[in-house]
Every structure is written in C-alpha cells, then in structure tokens.
C-alpha cells in the first residue's frame, strides 16, 4: 500500500518534473510579489530575487535526478 502511494510523488519523466519546476516558479513569483509588498525598496528585491534563485537551484537539481536515472 505505501509503495502504490510512493508511487504517486515520484517524478519519472522530465515532463513531470518541468511541470514541478512551473509550479515552484509560479509559487515563487507570487512569494516574491508578497516580499516586495511588505518590504519595499532594495530588501523586498533581494529577498524576490533570492525565491528565484531557490527555484533555479531546486529545478536543476530535479532535472539532474532525471537525467541520472535513465543511464
């Protein structure tokens, strides 16, 4: 039973993972958007441009796994 539900959070194709990485993007935006409302000028920038940068280092780090797993 926890393997057919294991089943369903593992990304298998590179389909699925851009489809993650759009979703981290799109949520990273919108936390983005919020920071510079709260904290505007240069820090609510930096903190918009540092959930980019996680964004970036979490969707090259999937694809990396992808591409490992079909060798």
Do not use: H, N
């Not at 057919?4 to 983005?32: N, S």
């Not at 930096?46 to 490992?68: N, Y």
């Amino acid at each position: 039973m926890l393997d057919r539900l294991k089943r369903l959070f593992t990304i298998k194709t590179k389909f699925e993972a851009f489809m993650v990485i759009y979703a981290l993007g799109v949520g990273a935006v919108e936390r983005g958007v919020r920071y510079l409302e709260q904290y505007p000028g240069i820090g609510g920038w930096l903190l918009f441009a540092a959930c980019s940068a996680a964004v970036f280092m979490a969707g090259g780090r999937i694809i990396d796994s992808i591409d490992a797993g079909l060798d």
